[in-house]
């Protein structure tokens, strides 16, 4: 069993930055390949971002690509989401994932233990 807890939402104006932490509860979080995923109001949750075991290997949406980055310290068993160049679009709760493989996953179905997510508002 692996607990998440997400921090570092807000409220931020278009063009600024947040940085995202997702806290875990695993001792090896390096077994557990890693995503941040996001629900804006009446929509689907999309993927976002994720990272294979070492952070060596990332994938992000295309939609995010060049402003977002990945990133994970599995001594701190964390992981982070910087997110720069934000646009009102991006509002959404933002939701930390894992799942019990080294290797990368991009589709929400894959990941078992989830965050109670963490709000993050671009203003225009």
């Known amino acids: 069993q692996v607990q998440l807890v997400e921090s570092g939402g807000g409220l931020v104006q278009a063009g600024g930055s947040l940085r995202l932490s997702c806290a875990a509860s695993a001792h090896t979080l390096s077994s557990y390949g890693m995503g941040w995923f996001r629900q804006a109001p009446g929509k689907e949750r999309e993927f976002v971002a994720a990272?294979?075991?070492?952070?060596?290997?990332?994938y992000y949406a295309d939609s995010v690509k060049g402003r977002f980055t990945i990133s994970r310290d599995n001594a701190k068993n964390t992981v982070y989401l910087q997110m720069n160049s934000l646009k009102p679009e991006d509002t959404a709760v933002y939701y930390c994932a894992a799942r019990m493989s080294v290797l990368v996953a991009t589709t929400k179905h894959e990941y078992k233990y989830w965050g109670q997510g963490t709000q993050v508002t671009v203003s225009s």
């Open positions: 990272a294979n075991w070492s952070g060596a290997r990332t």
